[in-house]
């Protein structure tokens, strides 16, 4: 079984400073501990975070996107607006009225259609979708109440999605995000592709890209395109849903470096990713707005593009702190 990437990470940077690295999850490397004389520090994957630089506080807020979004406005940095709603009525006690599903409706009209929606709490494009109508809102309420207590409903925005890792105040990487896309056959339909594309989601654990992705995209689901047409779906650009990284360079773009370590800091993390919209019509990065701010970064995107250098040099770094201090 090859373990999951922040153990073959912690592995590398372990060895590079000499540290010892110990599998505590019988091989599968989702618990693990690295020492280093009389210190050590745990760390893991899956709902593991990753950074033992992170504080708890810092990793669960940022895990929050609604509670992120409060942090970064009092920061004065730009953030997508929205609303926050409850799929199901466990706790509703706990909470002010206004959060339920017949709200989200309600203001999901006074925004317009289509919105944008996606889990409070998630990860991995999950569930982050173009809703078209009411009655497509009502059944992805049903849905999502399956996995996710709550969620968001935000305005539609258009633009170059990046994403800046920050270690420490220091950006490291600059990707840029390509949304996924479907490639025609000359014999099965949009709907008949994306339905074969979802079924390699499935395997992933990563909720299927629903049939407005294709109608967002101006397409017909039924049409059959030629072989070699390509359709770029709406909505979620994710890796793990099927999106690609564009560019990845160790250069970051004033502006968006900037945004970035404003953000990471004003959460308090010490390892972030910091996902930003450019929505400048001349995608000049004057008109920047924050999308959320990831506090256990997946870095398979700086991998893939053979940075494998920029990945090295922060989990050392890391390590060397934790337990060289």
Known sequence: MTPPDP????????????????????GRGYLYRVTLGSKSVLGGGGGVCAYPVNSAAAFTIARDKAHTKSVLRTANIPVI????????QRRAAMRDPGRDVEDALNFANTLGYPVFCKPNQGGRGNFAEIVTSPDELAVYTQRIAVEFESFLVEPILTGVEHRILVFDGAPLAHITKRP????????????????????????????????????????????????GERLT???RQ??????????VSDQSPPGLAQIAVSATRAIGLRVGAVDIFDTS??????????IEVNGNPGL??????????????????????????
């Open 281 to 290: 019509p001349a995608r000049d990065l004057s008109d920047l707005v924050v």
């Open 238 to 247: 994710n890796l793990h849903a099927a999106g690609e990284a564009e560019t």
């Open 7 to 26: 153990a073959r990470y912690a592995m590398t940077a372990a060895a590079a400073i000499g540290a010892q690295f110990e599998d505590l999850d019988e």
């Open 300 to 325: 398979a995107a700086i991998e893939r593009a053979g940075r494998s250098d920029i990945i090295e040099a922060l989990w050392t770094a890391m390590f060397k702190d934790c337990l060289e201090a």
């Open 180 to 227: 996924p896309s479907l490639i025609g056959d000359g014999v099965r339909t949009w709907r008949e592709l994306l339905a074969a594309a979802n079924a390699q989601l499935a395997g992933d654990g990563v909720s299927d890209a629903p049939l407005s992705a294709i109608t967002a995209a101006g397409a017909a689901p039924d049409t059959v395109p030629p072989a």
């Open 233 to 235: 779906l709406a909505g």
């Open 81 to 88: 607006p929205g609303g926050l709603f409850f799929s199901h």
